[in-house]
């Protein structure tokens, strides 16, 4: 039964990561697959090759295609410079909707948490004195553990230091 559950969780988890990932439009699939190859060391190796084979057969050829100061190799860097920043920024957009998506997720999951925490420690409370266990009056810190966290006070000084 707990595997079970476990495997539940896990395929809920995955479903969750999936949807992070958000349906992205042609566009973002062509960036994401432009940086994905300009972003590799495969793709570094070639372009130090062909920059060697090019400067090494324009200086070295009787008539050079590209002479030095090699102007049309200068603009095709450019090129691909322009086109690797904008599929890097296309790529940082969408890596930051992903994490705050994420991140409300987590902070979700975490009051959450908190608050079924809040109750086994009520619960814990009652069981220790209705089992007549001594607890310790007067316990601020466990007073304070037992109240829930005021998820709108948190709400409002995120929004007091963000401003």
Known sequence: MAKR????????TQNLKSSLDFTRTRADHFAVFVAGILGSITFLIVC?????VWITYNLNASKPFDP????????????????????VLINQ?????????SQQVEF????????????MLTMLHEIQQ?????????????EEMKSS??????????DETGS
């Open 5 to 12: 559950q476990t495997a539940h969780k896990q395929e809920e």
């Open 48 to 52: 130090i090759i062909i920059f060697v």
């Open 68 to 87: 030095f100061p090699f102007p049309v190799l200068e603009m095709t860097v450019s090129i691909f410079a322009i086109i690797l920043s904008v599929s």
């Open 93 to 101: 957009n969408r890596q930051g909707k992903i994490d705050k998506v």
């Open 108 to 119: 979700e999951v975490n009051v959450r948490a908190e608050e079924e925490i809040t109750k």
């Open 130 to 142: 209705k089992l007549g266990i001594a607890t310790h009056a007067g316990d601020k810190e466990l």
């Open 149 to 158: 966290t005021d998820v709108k006070e948190i709400h409002k000084n995120i």
